[in-house]
């Protein structure tokens, strides 16, 4: 089985930063996207960013110039350094990935379990 596990989340002041680490474990052949969502209270869970194997970023508008997402292939983790951070990005990130497990089976999706990030004075 695929595991996800996420690190980092916290209570920061606006303006602040914070660094997300997302670790992927156990049978893992290819690993295509990994990426961030997150999903603030009363609304629908949204993509963050994302970054394919060959190191190619997405963001969503709201976070263009303030996050940064990469990742290291040696440990199959990815980071999502965030500054500037503003109320609106109070959240919870749930770290996704794009994982073949096996050279005869198509790739899944799996997901972690969250990580609480809160942005207030």
């Known amino acids: 089985q695929v595991q996800l596990v996420e690190s980092g989340g916290g209570l920061v002041q606006p303006g602040g930063s914070l660094r997300l680490s997302c670790a992927a474990s156990g049978r893992i052949v290819s690993i295509y996207t990994m990426g961030w969502f997150r999903q603030a209270p009363g609304k629908e869970r949204e993509l963050v960013a994302s970054i394919t194997r060959n190191g190619t970023s997405t963001y969503v508008d709201p976070v263009k110039g303030r996050f940064t997402i990469s990742g290291d292939k040696t440990k199959n983790t990815v980071y999502l350094q965030m500054n500037s951070l503003k109320s609106e990005d109070t959240a919870v990130y749930y770290c996704?990935?794009?994982?073949?497990?096996?050279?005869?089976?198509?790739?899944?999706?799996?997901w972690g379990q969250g990580t609480q990030v809160t942005v207030s004075s």
């Open positions: 996704n990935a794009n994982i073949r497990r096996e050279f005869w089976i198509a790739s899944s999706t799996y």
